[in-house]
């Protein structure tokens, strides 16, 4: 049950895109397509960004989506907006008895 | 409209036990899992564990196995975590969310602080 791997970091100017990384293994995100993000501002809680790898729930904007090659998957944001810079998580399922590991997290800042 | 309403945090001493509960509300809670997951200040998050709809299946981190127990009456429409052995590094802002990896709704989490 390791963490995820995500930068600590990452930064865009406003309607710049931004990649996020989330490296797993063959055991997490190498092996299932159940990958989701979420987005947390300060002292809230976090929303659902992209589940399943590359579906969005209702409400979220086109502007973020979800991919996977291999172990490592990924969140990207185009056309950054000030209300963007929050903190994100990845999660994946891992394995049997339904496990679920989150990363470490990403702090976004919009330039 | 889907509520989380978390409660029975608290300072609890080392050793101690506490259990937190979970009201849910504005949607069929018997058709979902649920999770619990943790803050510690300031760092990332923490999946706790996970109980099927009816209950049937249930798991944990390594870190709280044998001291946490997770369940549900969905009765009530409430999510429980009854939490033992209670360490320093349990603290955190718990939370409930809906789902086992796809946690589309979290309620605002309530703070256990274990100290003394």
Same mark, same amino acid.
């Given at each position: ?6 930068p600590p970091s990452a930064s865009g100017s406003p309607g710049q895109s931004v990649t996020i ?20 501002h ?21 502007r ?12 990207t944001v185009s056309g950054l907006q000030a209300e963007d810079e929050a903190d994100y ?17 990403t702090k976004l800042t919009v330039l | ?26 949607? $069929?809670?018997? &058709?979902?899992?649920? =999770?619990?997951?943790? @803050? ?5 998050? *923490?999946?706790? #564990? ?20 997770? $369940?549900?009456? &969905?009765?009530?429409? =409430?999510?429980?975590? @009854? ?5 320093? *590094?349990?603290? #955190? ?24």
């Amino acid at each position: 049950q390791s963490a995820l791997t995500q930068p600590p970091s990452a930064s865009g100017s406003p309607g710049q895109s931004v990649t996020i990384s989330c490296t797993g293994t063959s055991s997490d995100v190498g092996a299932y397509n159940y990958v989701s993000w979420y987005q947390q501002h300060p002292d809230k809680a976090p929303k659902l960004m992209i589940y399943e790898v590359t579906k969005r729930p209702s409400g979220v904007p086109d502007r973020f989506s979800g991919s996977k090659s291999g172990n490592t998957a990924s969140l990207t944001v185009s056309g950054l907006q000030a209300e963007d810079e929050a903190d994100y998580y990845c999660c994946s399922h891992a394995g049997s008895n339904n496990f679920v590991v989150f990363g470490g997290g990403t702090k976004l800042t919009v330039l | 409209e889907v509520q989380l309403v978390e409660s029975g945090g608290g300072l609890v001493q080392p050793g101690g036990s506490l259990r937190l509960s979970c009201a849910a509300s504005g949607f $069929s809670f018997s &058709n979902h899992w649920m =999770s619990w997951v943790r @803050q510690a200040p300031g760092k990332g998050l *923490e999946w706790v #564990a996970t109980i099927k709809s009816d209950g049937s299946e249930k798991s944990y981190v390594d870190s709280v196995k044998g001291r946490f127990t997770i $369940s549900r009456d &969905n009765a009530q429409n =409430s999510l429980y975590l @009854q939490m033992n052995s209670l360490r320093a *590094e349990d603290t #955190a802002l718990y939370f409930c969310a809906r789902g086992r990896v796809n946690n589309d709704y979290w309620g605002q989490g309530t703070l256990v602080t274990v100290s003394s």
